[in-house]
């Protein structure tokens, strides 16, 4: 399996690009942790909110529970004091759920931040380099078949530009058509080049024929 291009210049790019993925990646991770901290970080109202509650009610309590002790009416008058007792059980229970919304919060937004612009670069890395690898296969074992070098000759032309057939050589197309051996493999050169692949060494592209077996070359 080929992951990277033979030729410098689309290999510098791909490089460039699993290292603009990893920074990505790494930023978005990076982001992710400190967007939950500052979430989490407003779990310390609800804690303060608790602590608070917690306090009052404790106090209240104590006092409810003194004056109960007072002949005559001491339950009339630490009812008050029960009631308050209550109301600061509510304050610290609202004080609990705070945090627990903020801890929650802070782990999801965390996640989504870390995870899907990850999972974004990650898909459009894996699409780029998934169809380079796939391409690349499909050439090698195109160049494995009989007629392989041809084929790739025919590629280069199909998707030839003029800066590579000028440099290549001005009567390479003529020769190709001619069935010249050495233009065949100097165009399946190019489209290998193109691709990325190996520019290993080609077998000898077989001549064309007329209809009676005599070599057109």
Do not use: C, N
Not at 4 to 11: D, V
Not at 52 to 69: E, I, N, Q, V, Y
Not at 163 to 176: F, I, N, Q
């Amino acid at each position: 399996m080929q992951f990277y291009a033979t030729t410098p210049s689309r290999r510098i790019r791909q490089v460039l690009a699993d290292v603009v993925a990893i920074v990505v990646i790494v930023l978005a991770i990076v982001l992710g942790t400190a967007v939950g901290r500052s979430i989490a970080a407003l779990g310390a109202v609800g804690e303060r909110m608790e602590s608070a509650g917690s306090g009052f009610r404790s106090t209240m309590s104590d006092a409810a529970k003194r004056l109960a002790d007072v002949p005559f009416g001491g339950q009339a008058l630490g009812a008050p004091f029960r009631k308050a007792s209550d109301a600061a059980a509510g304050l610290a229970s609202a004080g609990r759920d705070q945090q627990a919304a903020a801890e929650h919060t802070a782990i999801l937004v965390g996640l989504v931040i870390a995870i899907l612009p990850s999972l974004v670069v990650l898909a459009l890395w894996a699409f780029a380099r998934g169809g380079f690898i796939r391409r690349a296969a499909a050439i090698r074992a195109l160049l494995r078949t009989p007629l392989g070098v041809e084929a790739l000759a025919a590629r280069a032309l199909a998707h030839a530009d003029a800066r590579s057939l000028r440099d290549a050589d001005a009567s390479l197309v003529e020769r190709w058509r001619a069935g010249d051996p050495a233009a065949v493999s100097t165009l399946a050169r190019i489209a290998l080049r193109r691709a990325g692949v190996p520019d290993r060494p080609l077998g000898q592209a077989p001549q064309r024929t007329d209809g009676s077996g005599m070599s057109q070359a």
